[in-house]
């Protein structure tokens, strides 16, 4: 059997197979999903009628809270309490008026508006509202002279010519003396049309879901179709923390409060009506699953096909590259992953044949850089010798500062130039190896420069990688001081800080543009080692410190243009690599 036949087996199984299962599966995930989505779009639903109605109500509170602080209401009210007769009844009119005038402005909810004295008189021109507070409604506030809230519905008469019954919902507020809090005045009563507070109630019957209105005391403020709610206890759950959604008997219940009403808004759908709404869904997602399956099973062959010819073209390739044939190329056009996967063979042929071809000519370099290093090596006693001649001869010819010069050049040259030379520096070492350095320009460059040192005492026998300095103070002299046309500086910093040894070099040449600086910045964050020419003394100072001490080390450079240049590093405290230092 071959690998053709072998695949479009074990494909076409696998196909059926994992198409089924996962089918399957994906049936058992998405179900429960779409269940519970459609369960949050029902509890959007009700609370956004929650929603409505409590803006509805929320406005009613806000409203009536203006009310009984008006002044003249105020006013009136204690006027009445103290007259009779025909200042009452003046009193009374203009009391009636303000009532009105508040009335009109909330027209579209507000049924109308009164007031019930401290002694549970009603104060009105006609005798409209006496007898309807007598009624079961108004049992909450009759005595209590310290609760505000929403009676149940009840029918009102609210017109003694042309009387019209309305069915309304009344809030109730008690009044007090605003400059005695604890004076009770009375009792504002405010008749909210009913129609319009359970108009956001009203759903589409194709949702599905009905809408009841508890009050505090789990009286029906409003049902559909007048239906009796016989929602289970857990849907009430503690008075405090209610349950926002339960399951129970085929029905979910949706809970939502109105604090400002004291209302609690129940939304009920059932859950076979959930379950009608996910049977067209699931039809599609059946349909699309055999359509997969039939597309798969269909593709399976040439599929296969155009797997195992390329397949064959690999296998040719590597025997070849196996028998040492670097040339070889592989030409796949099948535009998938195999045609990649020969464009990675070829590459790493070619890679291959690169780096054998470099290693030939990395070995022949290095046999020619070993015999130039052995032509070039001079013997430094014999530098030594000669430049002690110079001296006697200059002595000898009274030239005290050619043999100064001289002298510190061979001072410089034997911290340089040693058969064995040691990694690591004191810092008193550097800097007599700087002024050293610095003498020598001297000659050169006459009161052009100045050497400072700001080195804390305990730090002066502290070890640093040898010669770490002396770039840096000539990148500040040849780039910063000299081009400036100035007498500068070069402030030399060494301290201690948190176990690191903290070392700057700054000075108040020419500074370098933002562009540069950024530039510069870059090649010092590398985690690469840099080369460039016209830095080359800085970027080996970073190479250097990267490989003794790692990227934490690398220069950190300040820098304003026509005002100097900073440079700084920190290494720790301590000899890391001891054992490395004398090979670096």
Known sequence: MNIKVKITAVAFISILLSVGLSSFSIYLYVNPILSRQIVRDNQTIVEKIAQQVSYLSEDIVNYAKGIVVNDQLQLLLKKMSTTQDYDYFVSNLQLETVLKEYSLLRDHIIVDMFIVDRDNKVLEMKDVYSSSITEDWYDDFRSNNQYNGTSKPHIVTNNLNRPTEIKVVTYVMNIYDKQNPYVYLGKLLIHMNYEVLVKPMLTDPSLGIHIWTLNKDKETVYAPNAAALSAPQEVFGDSDYPKETVLKNGNYYIHESIPSSQWELIGVISENKINANMTYTNYVLVSIMLICLLIMSLSIYPVVANVTKPLMKLIRGMRQVSKGELHTHISVTSGDEIEEVAKVFNKMVKDIKNLVEESVLMEKQKRELELKMFMYQINPHFIYNTLNSVIYLARKANAPDVAALTKAFISFLQRTIKNKPEMLASIQEEMIYMEDYIMILQYRYIDRMELLWDVEEACREKKIPKMILYPLVENSIFHGILP???????????????????????????????????????????????????????????????????????????????????????????????ADHKNV
């Not at 402030?491 to 510069?520: C, F, Q, T, Y």
């Not at 243009?561 to 690599?577: A, H, K, M, V």
């Open 484 to 578: 400036s046309q100035r007498k500068g500086w070069i402030r030399i910093r060494v301290m201690a800080e948190s176990g690191n040894l903290v070392v700057s070099v700054e000075d108040n040449g020419v500074g370098m543009s933002l562009e540069k600086l950024e530039r510069l910045r870059s090649l010092m964050g590398s985690p690469f080692l840099q080369e460039d020419l016209d830095h080359i003394g800085m970027l080996n100072v970073n190479n250097r410190l990267q490989l003794l001490y790692s990227e934490t080390a690398i220069l950190q450079i300040e820098s304003v243009e026509n005002e100097g240049t900073q440079i700084r590093f920190s290494i720790p405290d301590w000899l890391p690599y001891a």
